[in-house]
């Protein structure tokens, strides 16, 4: 069992950065592929970025490629989202996921997260 909480979320700037921080309990974080997804208001949740379990391969969407890194420190059970020039495009709940493999899929998580809200004004 992985339990998984965001934070960072925010009201910003279009062009400001963020960092999300996605703390989890328990010992087996580092066994787990970790994503963020999000949501935005009356929109399906979408896939942002993935890490490995290792921190070796990552995985972004089209939408923050370039903008976006997603990186884990396994000793501190953490994952985080760096998220530079933001876009009101950004706005969205962001949610942690865990899940065996590095995927974009949001079937393919076991765990999530409440999420964070993060809103971007232009």
């Known amino acids: 069992q992985v339990q998984l909480v965001e934070s960072g979320g925010g009201l910003v700037q279009a062009g400001d950065s963020l960092r999300l921080s996605c703390a989890a309990s328990?010992?087996?974080?580092?066994?787990?592929?970790m994503g963020w997804f999000r949501q935005a208001p009356g929109k399906e949740r979408e896939f942002a970025a993935a890490?490995?379990?290792?921190?070796?391969?990552?995985y972004y969407a089209d939408s923050v490629k370039g903008r976006f890194t997603i990186s884990r420190d396994n000793a501190k059970n953490t994952v985080y989202l760096q998220m530079n020039s933001l876009k009101p495009e950004d706005t969205a709940v962001y949610y942690c996921?865990?899940?065996?493999?590095?995927?974009?899929?949001?079937?393919?998580?076991?765990?999530w997260g409440k999420g964070t809200l993060v809103t971007v004004s232009s």
């Open positions: 328990g010992r087996t974080f580092s066994s787990y592929a």
């Open positions: 890490i490995s379990w290792s921190g070796g391969s990552t």
């Open positions: 996921a865990a899940g065996s493999t590095l995927s974009p899929n949001y079937y393919d998580m076991y765990y």
